[in-house]
């Protein structure tokens, strides 16, 4: 019995000394594993940052004469589209596809390249008043109808009539005031 209880007490020890030592080895264990997730972090972010900036090297070498092709084929789209609607509009034959449509197929949408594309300038300084390489900038158009033109013109003419009355007004009071001096 004395045997046994000293080997209970042997084992006692060993429990506290390798709980000690557990104690003191976690704080180790969870400073090397956040080492690792730091390292392993840090070779990602280095990895995404040398794919980033060869991106970016791509988009300064290569954005603006790309979307500059783009912008060409999609003008000569437009106009040739035009001149098929001409074409189809004449009624001699059977209608005209797009160039659009024989490129791509049956399709079903209702954006066609020409009216979903937009290329904005790679320099966003080139970008200020909402300048695109594509779509290219409409010439401004008259909105105002003929009645409208006769309208505003009268308005005008009202105005610089009320404007010129009251200069007559203003001037004749400044010579009644002189005069009374």
Not at 116 to 126: E, K, Q, W
Not at 127 to 155: K, N, V, Y
């Amino acid at each position: 019995m004395a045997e046994a209880r000293q080997h209970a007490s042997g084992l006692e020890f060993e429990i506290e000394r390798l709980t000690s030592a557990l104690n003191h080895l976690r704080p180790a264990l969870d400073q090397a594993r956040e080492r690792e997730e730091q390292a392993e972090a840090d070779a990602f972010r280095a990895e995404v940052t040398a794919e980033r900036d060869a991106l970016a090297n791509d988009i300064v070498d290569k954005y603006e004469v790309s979307a500059r092709e783009i912008a060409s084929l999609l003008t000569r789209m437009t106009a040739s589209n035009a001149r098929v609607a001409v074409a189809n509009r004449l009624g001699r034959g059977p209608g005209l596809r797009s160039a659009e449509d024989i490129a791509r197929g049956p399709y079903v949408g209702m954006w066609t390249l020409a009216s979903g594309v937009r290329l904005p300038p790679l320099n966003p300084s080139a970008h200020t008043g909402g300048s695109f390489i594509w779509p290219l900038p409409e010439p401004p158009r008259d909105c105002m109808t003929p009645q409208l033109r006769a309208t505003m013109a009268a308005i005008g003419a009202e105005a610089r009539r009320i404007g010129q009355e009251v200069t007559a007004r203003e001037q004749a009071k400044a010579r009644a005031g002189r005069r009374r001096l």
